[in-house]
């Protein structure tokens, strides 16, 4: 995922360039594929934290995250961004591509927490061969 991320972010202008030739809808489009490159790495987590917590028959969990990462979050620092810091059309992809990284790292900071208090299980005990 890493490898394929680095080839679309630096050929964003090639791959698009082979579905249009509008220089407006190129530039647009190399954009958002150089943002989607780099929010890829982080979407594993949140699939299988979503999973864990099914698994684990705490799905409630699941729909939490699923509500801060996909409307909260994003909501406001949307709202921030554009209505008091004045953001424009590039601006909004670098916030979604902040809020996913930030709410990524808080989804993985959480799950070594949440095995510890909720169901008493440390990660030694996981990962021991």
């Known amino acids: 995922m890493a490898f394929a991320g680095i080839i679309l ?3 964003a202008e090639f791959f698009v360039s082979k579905f249009t030739n509008n220089s407006e809808a190129i530039y647009h489009g190399a954009i958002y594929l150089k ?3 780099l929010i890829g790495p982080i979407y594993p987590v949140f699939f299988i934290t979503t ?3 099914q698994a ?3 799905s409630i969990y699941s729909l939490y995250l699923s509500i801060l990462r996909l409307t909260a979050f994003p909501f406001l620092s949307l ?3 554009i209505n008091v810091r004045g953001g424009n059309y590039n601006d909004i992809f670098y916030t979604i591509m902040a809020t ?3 709410m990524g790292l808080a989804v993985l900071f959480f799950i070594p927490f949440f095995f510890r ?3 008493r299980i440390s990660f030694k005990k996981l ?3």
């Open 100 to 102: 996913n990284w930030l």
């Open 56 to 58: 684990l028959k705490k």
């Open 79 to 81: 709202w921030y961004v």
């Open 127 to 129: 990962f021991v061969f």
């Open 9 to 11: 972010f630096f050929g």
């Open 51 to 53: 999973a864990v917590f």
């Open 117 to 119: 208090k909720k169901l």
């Open 35 to 37: 943002i989607a490159a």
